[in-house]
């Protein structure tokens, strides 16, 4: 469903050039729900970014259902880090206006029972006529994600949509985002990117580890857990302590080669 091969992003700078992503190469079946996990200034974002038709990359081609992206389409729906919602917007308002901004062949009244249907779904349905400003973190994020559901996208685009929520709230927005992933006929395809090594492990499919600066996919490892998954049962399982710590090991090592190897961190601890 996506196919992204040897995607380049270079920002130029006045006196250099940054390369952001350096010929990244992945392919996303529909349904899939794939986890992108790397440290800051990977390139996880600009590569989020440039599938939803938010940029253009600087090379290489990246299609969605066979199609070139060249812009934003309704198809692909982002869930970012600061939830963009409309702060004059009632949450009802929120949800009703994207659903009629990506169906407008539906009638208003549709619109609304359809915003209704999803601001139950996130338990927001009491707060419908409240503005974002007066809804907590968690509640704003749920609005997000309802709208990104409401408007009926086949690809789902997550930017880190929990890391600014507290362990109880990330654990409670991880288990809504799968029960309505799983809810539909048809199974979304999800590209999620996340530093959290647990939620990759809980929510995907397959990790794709990404390498420090210049961003390149250093191993893409399949998650090899059935679902429904539950969290007591993965902590006492071998396997997924065995394949915890190897991706911790990953990042950790690509992340201090980055910063000029072990030689270099023992003397600075030193």
């Known amino acids: ?40 200034g990977c390139g996880k974002s600009t590569l989020l970014e440039l599938v939803a038709g938010l940029s253009g990359s600087t090379g290489g081609s990246l299609l969605v259902d066979g199609r070139p992206v060249t812009e934003p389409g309704p198809e692909r729906g982002m869930v970012f880090q600061d939830y963009s919602l409309f702060p ?11 659903i009629e901004q990506t169906n407008g062949h539906h009638s208003r009244e549709e619109n609304r029972k359809k915003a209704e249907e999803y601001l ?34 086949k690809i789902f685009l997550m930017d880190e949509p929990f890391g600014a929520l507290d362990s109880l709230n990330r654990a409670y927005m991880q288990d809504l985002l799968l029960g309505l992933w799983k809810r539909g006929e048809t199974d979304r395809t999800v590209l999620f990117v ?21 961003g390149r996919i250093r191993e893409t490892i399949d998650v090899p857990f059935g679902r429904p998954r539950e969290r007591e049962h993965l902590n006492s399982d071998e396997r997924y302590l065995e394949l915890r710590a190897r991706l911790l090991r990953l990042l950790y090592d690509e992340l201090v080669d980055s910063l000029g190897g072990r030689t270099r961190l023992r003397a600075e601890l030193a």
């Open 120 to 153: 139950g779904a996130v338990g927001l349905k009491a707060w419908a006529q409240t503005y974002p400003q007066r809804l907590s973190g968690g509640m704003r994020q749920r609005l997000a994600i309802a709208r990104m559901f409401a408007i009926g996208s």
């Open 194 to 214: 996340t530093h959290d090594v647990d939620e990759a492990l809980l929510l995907s499919d397959r990790i794709v580890v990404m390498t420090p600066s210049p």
């Open 88 to 98: 004059w917007m009632t949450a009802q308002e929120n949800l009703e206006f994207a």
């Open 1 to 40: 469903m996506i196919a992204i091969d040897r995607v380049s992003m270079v920002f130029p700078d006045r006196d250099r050039r940054t390369v952001a992503l350096d010929e990244v190469s992945l392919r996303v079946g529909e349904g899939e729900f794939v986890a992108i996990l790397g440290p800051s």
